[in-house]
T-cell receptor, first 111, second 113 residues
Framework: SQQGEEDPQALSIQEGENATMNCSYK?????LQWYRQNSGRGLVHLIL?????REKHSGRLRVTLDTSKKSSSLLITASRAADTASYFC???????????FGKGNQVVVIP | KAGVTQTPRYLIKTRGQQVTLSCSPI?????VSWYQQTPGQGLQFLFE???????NKGNFPGRFSGRQFSNSRSEMNVSTLELGDSALYLC????????????FGPGTRLTVT
């Protein structure tokens, strides 16, 4: 199975609400990254969390990492219409020197 | 700094033809990676180049190849195109390696008819 598998859900929320999405992976990692993609365009890096970190913040983003459960979550607080996008987690598949992306979570923020 | 650029942005080819896609990384970035994105398979790693050497390759047939030049620009080539090669091809660059933050280009949308 592919590394970095998000919970396969499309999320539709109202502007101002929080959005949470999850990611699970199978092998050991050095770090886990989250990316955003707007409608068929390139990916934009959001945040990187290292395997020895448990939580990281960047603006309205909060990422947690639980290496014992091999899972991560991305929280977007006070969502905006501009947050409408697909969100991917990616793991560095320790030892293979490649990034493995999950299937992505589509988030729609309704103004 | 200018971002990662990819050319062309859109391409239509017929089965059996070959195609070359180009990627110019961010200045100073030495690692260039290529990904294929399709609705069915998602984002799949093709290969990574660092200082003109292919360091890693994904699970794609030999029809997919690439190279990197001394100025870090990279090209990927797909020969004998198949309908299933229709996809968004994304290039990403990084200062050091795959395990660091990747900077993605806008992608090349390839349609094979």
């Amino acid at each position: 199975s592919q590394q970095g598998e998000e919970d396969p859900q499309a999320l539709s929320i109202q502007e101002g609400e929080n959005a949470t999405m999850n990611c699970s992976y199978k092998t050991s990692i050095n770090n886990l990254q989250w990316y955003r993609q707007n409608s068929g365009r390139g990916l934009v890096h959001l945040i990187l969390i290292r395997s020895n970190e448990r939580e990281k913040h960047s603006g309205r983003l909060r990422v947690t990492l639980d290496t014992s459960k091999k899972s991560s979550s991305l929280l977007i607080t006070a969502s905006r219409a501009a947050d409408t996008a697909s969100y991917f987690c990616a793991t560095d598949d320790d030892g293979n020197n490649r990034l493995a992306f999950g299937k992505g979570n589509q988030v729609v923020v309704i103004p | 700094k200018a971002g990662v650029t990819q050319t062309p942005r859109y391409l239509i080819k017929t089965r059996g033809q070959q195609v070359t896609l180009s990627c110019s990384p961010i200045s100073g970035h030495r690692s260039v990676s290529w990904y294929q994105q399709t609705p069915g398979q998602g984002l799949q790693f093709l290969f990574e180049y660092f200082s003109e050497t292919q360091r890693n390759k994904g699970n794609f047939p030999g029809r997919f190849s690439g190279r990197q030049f001394s100025n870090s620009r990279s090209e990927m080539n797909v020969s004998t195109l198949e309908l299933g090669d229709s996809a968004l091809y994304l290039c990403a660059s990084s200062p050091l390696a795959l395990s660091y933050e990747q900077y993605f280009g806008p992608g090349t949308r390839l349609t094979v008819t």
